[in-house]
């Protein structure tokens, strides 16, 4: 008989299955798991439990004071960062957040708009950048003007806030004045965009926004909106009697800013569909913008030099000016409080000969005015700075292809020199008439606190400025300040060290003689 291999044997990868399975390491039952873990925990928490009562205390103890610890250093964190950033005096709002609006913002109006919005949120809010440290109080810097004694001499120029979204803001920013507006009777939309370009290499602009509004009335809103709020703050209510009581001087603000020692300015134009040969019709422009807003400001500015709205520096001529600062100061007497606003034009740095001049200061004197913003943007073109610079090319084809106003640090000149003229002038036209001196504000080119010193001796009473800013972000007049404060003892030192060098050559020249 045929030998046979056993059934297994016939079939070897069964008992290659069978070796495997009993090579399979041992596998636990899920409920014996279970159990496993429950064993597990129990021997842990019985570990715990039954620790000494010392060793659990430290580590509780440690626990709670790596959590004070993180807890304190994240809250002392977030308190500097934010007092850092809310600082104007802070190096972040110049050389990041500027840059960073330059960058993310190739339109300067985009930008413009976007940092005025920003600072209006944050201004709600309570976080906005402000002046710390009350600097102006020891009053190194303070100012009269109209009857007010300012905490300082430096204010901001109107374009800034032209639809009156952060005058607040502005004003906690360090500025003893903030000028608000163009104002038109009406909204206008002003020239198409683009309308506004950067020279970085210059730190200038050029505009033409055309005196874009939406109307004195939204304005006029925004102004008595905020005089009720303070008023409710202040204990008055928030009704129409509520208002006059702060406009009337109860408050013991200016009824204007709402701050002691600061003013607020609002700024008028006519519409620039209001024809400047009807001189009746110009002057219903201004005096309806007087009408609506003059209750709500300390200082009303009329705009007769905006090189963006066609024909307006016209009316700088002698006799229509007279008539249309005339009609404003008339309608200003009318304003509805206890002390009217203040009333100054704003004249153009291009109308620069001496017969204009004069015929300006003539205007001013015969009306009542009470002062003169002298500069504004220019239609000429200077020169770069330094002397022989070359402008990139983007810049040149800016210059030579885009019209508007030029604003930046080459009209300093023209500004310093305008003021002595204006000054001299308008003081000769006071002495016959014995009328009070009237105020000049400057306003073109000033960019740190040597110029604002050098304008003010010039003769001028405040100064302004609008493109630094720009360039310099929300610190800027802080800065300012600051290099004013630098300068000024700068001079006290080099002025007491000549005294006691004269006063030492005076004791040895009368040593020398008695010898």
């Avoid at 370009?197 to 926004?209: K, T, V």
């Avoid at 620069?352 to 073109?381: F, L, M, P, W």
């Avoid at 300040?481 to 005076?506: F, T, V, W």
Wanted: glycine share 8%; hydrophobic share 35%.
């Amino acid at each position: 008989m045929p030998y046979s291999r056993p059934l297994a044997n016939a079939f070897p990868f069964r008992q290659l299955q069978r070796s495997s399975l009993n090579c399979r390491p041992h596998i636990v039952p899920s409920d014996r798991r279970a159990r496993l873990r429950i064993s597990t925990s129990q021997q842990r928490f019985q570990a715990t439990t039954s620790a000494p009562p010392s060793a659990t205390g430290s580590r509780s103890l440690l626990t709670r004071l790596k959590n004070l610890f993180l807890g304190t250093t994240v809250s002392i964190v977030f308190f500097l960062s934010y007092y850092y950033i809310t600082d104007t005096r802070a190096s972040i709002h110049r050389w990041l957040i500027i840059p960073s609006l330059r960058y993310l913002y190739p339109d300067p109006e985009d930008a413009h708009k976007v940092g005025n919005h920003t600072l209006k949120t944050l201004y709600s809010i309570g976080i906005h950048p402000r002046e710390r440290g009350d600097v102006d109080s020891n009053g190194d810097l303070s100012v009269e003007v109209f009857g007010h004694v300012l905490q300082n001499p430096i204010g901001t120029s109107a374009g800034i806030d032209k639809h009156c979204d952060i005058p607040d803001a502005l004003l906690a920013a360090g500025p003893a004045i903030v000028e608000i507006g163009g104002v038109t009777p009406l909204p206008q939309t002003g020239n198409p965009k683009p309308r506004v370009f950067r020279l970085p290499s210059q730190n200038a602009l050029i505009n033409r926004y055309g005196l874009n509004s939406e109307g004195s009335h939204h304005i006029a809103m925004r102004l008595r909106q905020r005089v009720r709020e303070y008023a409710y703050a202040m204990g008055f209510g928030i009704d129409e009697e509520a208002e006059r009581r702060v406009l009337d001087g109860e408050a013991g603000v200016p009824p204007g800013s709402l701050t002691e020692g600061k003013l607020l300015a609002v700024q008028i134009a006519k519409n620039k569909w209001t024809r400047d040969e009807d001189i009746e019709a110009v002057k219903a422009d201004y005096v309806y913008c007087v009408n609506t807003l003059a209750r709500y400001a300390d200082i009303v500015v009329v705009n007769v030099s905006s090189p963006n709205t066609p024909g307006l520096r016209g009316l700088q001529k002698v006799g229509p000016l007279t008539e249309i600062l005339t009609a404003v100061v008339g309608a200003a007497k009318q304003a509805q409080r206890k002390d009217p606003p203040k009333i100054m034009v704003k004249v153009s740095p291009d109308e620069d000969s001496d017969e204009e001049v004069r015929g300006i200061c003539r205007a001013v004197s015969e009306s009542g005015v009470d002062g003169v913003i002298v500069g504004n943007t220019t239609n000429k073109r200077p020169d770069p700075l330094p002397p022989g610079f070359t402008l990139p090319i983007s810049e040149q084809r800016i210059l030579q292809q885009e019209q508007g106003g030029y604003s930046g640090p080459q009209l300093f000149g023209r500004t310093v020199e305008l003021v002595k003229r204006y000054r001299n002038t308008l003081d000769q036209e006071a002495v016959p008439l014995s009328r009070a001196r009237k105020v000049i504000f400057a306003t073109g080119g000033i960019t740190n606190g040597a110029q604002a010193l050098e304008v003010l001796n010039a003769g001028a009473d405040v100064a302004q400025v609008y493109t630094a800013l720009v360039y310099g972000g929300i610190g800027t007049i802080s800065q300012i300040k600051l290099q004013m404060r630098e300068e000024l003892e700068a001079r006290k030192r080099s002025s007491s060290s000549s005294r006691s060098r004269k006063a030492a050559a005076a004791a040895a020249a009368a040593a020398n003689v008695r010898g």
